[in-house]
């Protein structure tokens, strides 16, 4: 009897061994993938920033450029631009009226038949009176990547001022400067009215600055490429 019970208590000591070599194991691991994590987006934020610096100003002060490439985000069921979308709406259409900017081109979410940003950004700019003939639809800028690799192969657009909300701006403007568009940015500040929808878009700006960085060094293709379209350049030859 008293051999069986030193044999148990044996085992159990080697089990209770092995679950807290595991756990010591599990802990290493957590504490080294957190680091690694974090460092890799540390890194891959400095990256992408760097890539704006310098290309970022004031409505007043941008250069002039052909084309102003506006970004999309959420339009409302009823086809409606969010006050985002608007309000990025309204600095393309100030720089247009300005002369800072010739043709603009509507990069947006048509991926499915019931959501189409590229149209209702549109709409919006012709009730407000850009020219149809100045402005250009891409219904294939399904993220911020997609929106400049096409902007650029697509399109063919070689300088650009780029429009968007102003904690997305930095990420914008340099990854079309990586893809090969000369692009400064102007950024739209008074969507901070909404609060809490602007802090939890600048706190998802850390994941996608990771993202940001593994579609240039994977230098991948947008999801839709297809011919070459002249849009563009019709708008700028347009009187």
């Not at 996608?208 to 019709?234: F, I, N, Q, W, Y």
Request: aromatic share 6%; net charge positive.
């Amino acid at each position: 009897m008293r051999r069986r019970l030193s044999t148990l208590i044996g085992r159990l000591r080697t089990v209770g061994g092995a679950r807290r070599r595991w756990l010591r194991r599990a802990v290493v691991a957590g504490v080294v993938g957190a680091a690694l994590l974090t460092g890799g987006t540390v890194a891959s934020v400095a990256w992408i920033r760097s890539g704006a610096q310098g290309h970022i100003f004031a409505e007043g002060d941008v250069p002039e450029a052909p084309v102003a490439l506006v970004l999309g985000t959420k339009v409302h069921p009823d086809g409606t631009p969010s006050p985002f979308l608007t309000a990025r709406l309204e600095i393309a259409r100030r720089l247009f009226v300005a002369g800072k900017v010739r043709a603009v081109l509507l990069s947006g979410d048509n991926m499915n038949p019931d959501y189409d940003e590229p149209t209702a950004m549109r709409r919006w700019l012709l009730d407000n009176g850009v020219p149809a003939e100045k402005i250009v639809l891409d219904y294939a800028g399904f993220d911020t990547y997609d929106s400049c690799a096409r902007a650029k192969r697509i399109f063919g657009v070689e300088r650009a001022t780029v429009v968007t909300q102003s904690f997305h701006l930095p990420r914008a403007v340099a990854v079309c400067r990586r893809l090969g568009v000369d692009a400064s940015g102007v950024g739209d500040e008074t969507a901070r009215a909404y609060a809490r929808t602007w802090q939890v878009s600048s706190t998802r700006e850390y994941g996608a600055c990771v993202k940001a960085a593994v579609d240039l060094l994977s230098g991948r293709d947008p999801v839709h490429l297809g011919r070459r379209e002249t849009g563009v350049d019709d708008a700028l030859r347009s009187a």
